[in-house]
C-alpha cells in the first residue's frame, strides 16, 4: 500500500491500523534546534481522542504519545530539541474490540472503504477498518503539533491555526455569535454558545434512534505571510484542500466563500485594497480567502469542509458480501453519532502540516 506521505519538505507519514497494536508517524525535513517535548504533542492529541462525551465513540483511548527518535537533549540545550532527523511518534492502542467486528469479516459495510479496499488489495482489514478508520487520524494531530513548532520557529509572533465546528445536520451557528473562547468550553468545539445547546438536543435524537448527522467545519489560519505558496501547479489552497479532503469522510472543502461566490457579482467578490495605516495595502474584504493565485495575501486563511454522516449505523442496510450473497447489515459496536466533532483538532493539523511545508518550500525558494 502507497501513497501514505503527504507534504513535499515537510514530509508527514503515518502507519499503523485501527485494531494493530500501535499507530504512528513520521516527520521528516522538520529543521533542527527547534524545543519538543511530548508535552507539546499532547496537548492537541488530548483534544482529538475519543470517549470524552456522550456524542462520540466510546472507545477508551489514552493517545499517550511517545518520541521515539529525531530529538537530543544534554547539558547545552533547555531541554529536548529536534536534530532535523526523522522524528518518529508512536501511539499504543490500547482499547481493540476486534470481536465486535467479526459479523463483517466478509459483508461490505455501505458507505465503508470495505469493497473499494478488497477490490483494490484482494484483502482488507475488517476490524474497525484497518486504515481507512478515523484511528488513524491521531497521527495526523501528532504531526501537526510539530508542524505547529516549525511554524512558530520560522514566523515572528507565529501562526494561528483555529478550527470549529459551524454546522451539524440542518443545524447551523448564528455567525453574529461568534466567540473563539467557546470552541473548548463545549463538546462540540462550536463557536457559538447559544448553537451548541441546539447541537446537544438534535444530536441527542440521532444518537438515540441509533443513527449519525454529518457536519461542517471551519479552519482559520491567521499570521500567514504573503507570499507562501506557487503558481500553476504549487498552488497553496490547492494543497489546502487536497489535505483537508485526504481526511477520513470529507466530501467536500472550499476556500474563502468557496461555492458561495457562484452567486456574487464581479464587484462584490473582489476584495478591494487600500494603504493600510503602516503603508501596506489593505484589503476590505476576504471573500478570496487569503489565497490569490495560489499564493497567500497575508489576509486570514479561511477553509471549510464537509464531513459525512457516520457510515457505521445500527439500522440495516441492503448489502453483499465478498461471495456476491446479497445480505442485511447493521454495524454494531462503538462508533462517532458525528464523526465531524473530533474531526475539528484533524483539520487544524492538516492546515498546520501544510502551511509548515510550504513556509519551508517559500524559504527554500527565495531565501527568507
Same mark, same amino acid.
Given at each position: 500500500?502507497?501513497?501514505?506521505?503527504?507534504?513535499?519538505?515537510? !514530509?508527514? +507519514?503515518?502507519?499503523?491500523?485501527?485494531? =494493530?497494536?500501535?499507530?504512528?508517524? &513520521?516527520? @521528516?525535513?522538520?529543521? %533542527? $534546534?527547534?524545543?519538543?517535548?511530548?508535552?507539546?504533542?499532547?496537548?492537541?492529541?488530548?483534544?482529538?481522542?475519543?470517549?470524552?462525551?456522550?456524542?462520540?465513540?466510546?472507545?477508551?483511548?489514552?493517545?499517550?504519545?511517545?518520541?521515539?527518535?529525531?530529538?537530543?537533549?544534554?547539558?547545552?540545550?533547555?531541554?529536548?530539541?529536534?536534530?532535523?532527523?526523522?522524528?518518529?511518534?508512536?501511539?499504543?492502542?490500547?482499547?481493540?474490540?476486534?470481536?465486535?467486528?467479526?459479523?463483517?469479516?466478509?459483508?461490505?459495510?455501505?458507505?465503508?472503504?470495505?469493497?473499494?479496499?478488497?477490490?483494490?488489495?484482494?484483502?482488507?482489514?475488517?476490524?474497525?477498518?484497518?486504515?481507512?478508520?478515523? !484511528?488513524? +487520524?491521531?497521527?495526523?494531530?501528532?504531526? =501537526?503539533?510539530?508542524?505547529?513548532? &516549525?511554524? @512558530?520557529?520560522?514566523? %515572528? $509572533?507565529?501562526?494561528?491555526?483555529?478550527?470549529?465546528?459551524?454546522?451539524?445536520?440542518s443545524e447551523a451557528i448564528?455567525?453574529?455569535?461568534?466567540?473563539?473562547?467557546?470552541?473548548?468550553?463545549?463538546?462540540?468545539?462550536?463557536?457559538?454558545?447559544?448553537?451548541?445547546?441546539?447541537?446537544?438536543?438534535?444530536?441527542?435524537?440521532?444518537?438515540?434512534?441509533?443513527?449519525?448527522?454529518?457536519?461542517?467545519?471551519?479552519?482559520?489560519?491567521?499570521?500567514?505571510?504573503?507570499?507562501?505558496?506557487?503558481?500553476?501547479?504549487?498552488?497553496?489552497?490547492?494543497?489546502?484542500?487536497?489535505?483537508?479532503?485526504?481526511?477520513?469522510?470529507?466530501?467536500?472543502?472550499?476556500?474563502?466563500?468557496?461555492?458561495?461566490?457562484?452567486?456574487?457579482?464581479?464587484?462584490?467578490?473582489?476584495?478591494?485594497?487600500?494603504?493600510?495605516?503602516?503603508?501596506?495595502?489593505?484589503?476590505?474584504?476576504?471573500?478570496?480567502?487569503?489565497?490569490?493565485?495560489?499564493?497567500?495575501?497575508?489576509?486570514?486563511?479561511?477553509?471549510?469542509?464537509?464531513?459525512?454522516?457516520?457510515?457505521?449505523?445500527?439500522?440495516?442496510?441492503?448489502?453483499v458480501d465478498r461471495h456476491?450473497?446479497?445480505?442485511?447489515?447493521?454495524?454494531?459496536?462503538?462508533?462517532?453519532?458525528?464523526?465531524?466533532?473530533?474531526?475539528?483538532?484533524?483539520?487544524?493539523?492538516?492546515?498546520?502540516?501544510?502551511?509548515?511545508?510550504?513556509?519551508?518550500?517559500?524559504?527554500?525558494?527565495?531565501?527568507?
Amino acid at each position: 500500500m502507497s501513497h501514505n506521505t503527504f507534504g513535499h519538505l515537510f !514530509r508527514v +507519514t503515518t502507519w499503523g491500523e485501527s485494531h =494493530g497494536p500501535a499507530i504512528g508517524a &513520521v516527520v @521528516d525535513g522538520c529543521p %533542527p $534546534g527547534i524545543r519538543l517535548t511530548a508535552e507539546d504533542i499532547q496537548a492537541d492529541l488530548d483534544r482529538r481522542k475519543p470517549g470524552q462525551s456522550r456524542f462520540v465513540t466510546q472507545r477508551r483511548e489514552e493517545d499517550r504519545v511517545e518520541i521515539l527518535s529525531g530529538v537530543f537533549e544534554d547539558d547545552r540545550t533547555d531541554g529536548p530539541r529536534t536534530t532535523g532527523t526523522p522524528i518518529s511518534l508512536m501511539i499504543r492502542n490500547t482499547d481493540q474490540r476486534s470481536k465486535d467486528y467479526a459479523a463483517i469479516r466478509d459483508a461490505y459495510r455501505p458507505g465503508h472503504a470495505d469493497f473499494t479496499y478488497d477490490a483494490k488489495y484482494g484483502v482488507r482489514d475488517y476490524r474497525g477498518g484497518g486504515r481507512s478508520s478515523a !484511528r488513524e +487520524t491521531a497521527s495526523r494531530v501528532a504531526a =501537526g503539533a510539530v508542524a505547529r513548532k &516549525v511554524l @512558530d520557529a520560522l514566523v %515572528p $509572533g507565529g501562526v494561528t491555526i483555529r478550527a470549529a465546528l459551524v454546522q451539524i445536520g440542518s443545524e447551523a451557528i448564528d455567525r453574529l455569535n461568534w466567540d473563539w473562547a467557546q470552541v473548548d468550553a463545549n463538546p462540540f468545539f462550536s463557536p457559538d454558545a447559544e448553537a451548541a445547546v441546539r447541537f446537544e438536543e438534535h444530536l441527542d435524537r440521532i444518537r438515540k434512534a441509533g443513527s449519525s448527522v454529518g457536519a461542517v467545519l471551519e479552519v482559520v489560519a491567521e499570521g500567514v505571510p504573503a507570499g507562501w505558496g506557487a503558481p500553476l501547479y504549487g498552488k497553496l489552497d490547492q494543497d489546502i484542500a487536497a489535505a483537508l479532503m485526504s481526511i477520513n469522510a470529507v466530501k467536500g472543502v472550499e476556500i474563502g466563500d468557496g461555492f458561495a461566490a457562484a452567486e456574487l457579482s464581479g464587484e462584490t467578490n473582489a476584495d478591494e485594497i487600500r494603504r493600510g495605516p503602516d503603508g501596506r495595502p489593505q484589503f476590505l474584504s476576504n471573500h478570496a480567502g487569503g489565497i490569490l493565485g495560489g499564493i497567500a495575501s497575508g489576509q486570514p486563511i479561511v477553509a471549510r469542509l464537509a464531513v459525512k454522516p457516520t457510515s457505521s449505523i445500527l439500522t440495516a442496510r441492503h448489502t453483499v458480501d465478498r461471495h456476491g450473497a446479497e445480505v442485511d447489515l447493521a454495524t454494531k459496536g462503538r462508533h462517532d453519532p458525528c464523526v465531524g466533532i473530533r474531526a475539528v483538532p484533524v483539520a487544524e493539523a492538516m492546515m498546520a502540516i501544510t502551511l509548515a511545508d510550504h513556509a519551508l518550500r517559500h524559504r527554500g525558494q527565495t531565501g527568507r
